[in-house]
């Protein structure tokens, strides 16, 4: 069934919440089930984000409408969400920290 549920490259982008909504209907019985789900698809957008390969770009777009969309059924926090976010403008990157000169 995970399988199932994680092919969402595969059907059209504007049917993703549909499938948010099974899962989450899911959820409900099979609480191992979501959990597993979540998790794939954290990782899925990870390693999206770290090869950075063009023909998989409509899967990395689909697996973070599906994110947001598992957020909007109360599947995942909001916590999770700012991190992807966090790790969206960080990844490959150094933090960078400002330092202020004073003249004197």
Do not use: C, P, W
């Not at 948010?20 to 390693?47: F, P, Q, W």
């Not at 990844?91 to 920290?97: F, M």
Request: charged share 20%.
């Amino acid at each position: 069934m995970l399988k199932a549920l994680l092919k969402i490259g595969q059907g059209k982008f504007q049917h993703i919440h549909l499938i948010a909504s099974i899962a989450k209907g899911l959820a409900r019985y099979h609480e191992n089930l979501a959990i597993r789900l979540v998790d794939e698809v954290l990782e899925e957008i990870r390693a999206g984000m770290e090869t950075n390969n063009f023909r998989l770009q409509r899967r990395r777009l689909a697996m973070m409408k599906f994110l947001g969309e598992l957020y909007n059924y109360r599947m995942v926090e909001s916590n999770i969400i700012f991190d992807t976010l966090y790790s969206f403008i960080t990844l490959g990157h150094g933090i960078v920290t400002l330092t202020l000169y004073t003249h004197q």
